[in-house]
T-cell receptor
Framework: DTGVSQNPRHKITKRGQNVTFRCDPI?????LYWYRQTLGQGPEFLTY????????KSRLLSDRFSAERPKGSFSTLEIQRTEQGDSAMYLC???????????FGQGTRLTVV | GDSVTQMEGPVTLSEEAFLTINCTYT??????LFWYVQYPGEGLQLLLK?????DKGSNKGFEATYRKETTSFHLEKGSVQVSDSAVYFC????????????FGKGTKLSVKP
């Protein structure tokens, strides 16, 4: 197991287009998280899955954002009708428990032009 | 709501100097506390953690002690190396949460030879 894997690493898209990112967590981890990180800031929580159930969503996750985790394995994060303000690093993390900390992928850097 | 406050950076030190990065938190419960490190071009890595008051987390020569009375979790290292140059993030996970992390803004450390 090589850790949390995210694809693509970089994505440049035109405003108004839809984009989808993929995250493959550490295989034995049932908890999966998405975060967004902008320049000079710490990561901000977006959403949380336990197995296939999406149990928590941040107010940062507008209606244009949707996340899935079919069969409790990999997860996808889709952004519809992208805006320039969506430009950020999108991070995925997985964990085996509530208080053990999470392991992060290298992120997908999104640039909306 | 819960929050984490870190000392502003950047911090520039000479090799073998003593490092302290201050971190204080606000939380309604008894959170777990973490330090993450992000080396240039890499993803976030869990550096150390503490889950209850007076616990000391340690790893790679770094230490931090969970101080409930001062709501602090300061990161220290006795002798920094050039390879420690990175951005350091303090984070908490509240007991009542699903394990999602609340991060500080990060502190950039540069170590000069």
């Amino acid at each position: 197991d090589t850790g949390v894997s995210q694809n693509p690493r970089h994505k440049i898209t035109k405003r108004g287009q839809n984009v989808t990112f993929r995250c493959d967590p550490i295989s034995e981890h049932n908890r999966l998280y998405w975060y967004r990180q902008t320049l000079g800031q710490g990561p901000e929580f977006l959403t949380y899955f336990q197995n296939e159930a999406q149990l928590e969503k941040s107010r940062l996750l507008s209606d244009r954002f949707s996340a899935e985790r079919p069969k409790g394995s990999f997860s996808t994060l889709e952004i519809q009708r992208t805006e320039q303000g969506d430009s950020a690093m999108y991070l995925c993390a997985s964990s085996s428990g509530q208080r053990v900390g999470a392991f992060f992928g290298q992120g997908t850097r999104l640039t909306v032009v | 709501g819960d929050s984490v406050t870190q000392m502003e950076g950047p911090v520039t030190l000479s090799e073998e100097a003593f490092l302290t990065i201050n971190c204080t938190y606000t939380a309604t419960g008894y959170p777990s506390l973490f330090w993450y490190v992000q080396y240039p071009g890499e993803g976030l890595q869990l550096l150390l953690k503490a889950t209850k008051a007076d616990d000391k987390g340690s790893n790679k020569g770094f230490e931090a002690t969970y101080r409930k009375e001062t709501t602090s979790f300061h990161l220290e290292k006795g002798s920094v190396q050039v390879s420690d140059s990175a951005v350091y993030f303090c984070a908490l996970s509240d007991r009542g949460s699903q394990g999602n992390l609340i991060f500080g803004k990060g502190t950039k450390l540069s170590v000069k030879p």
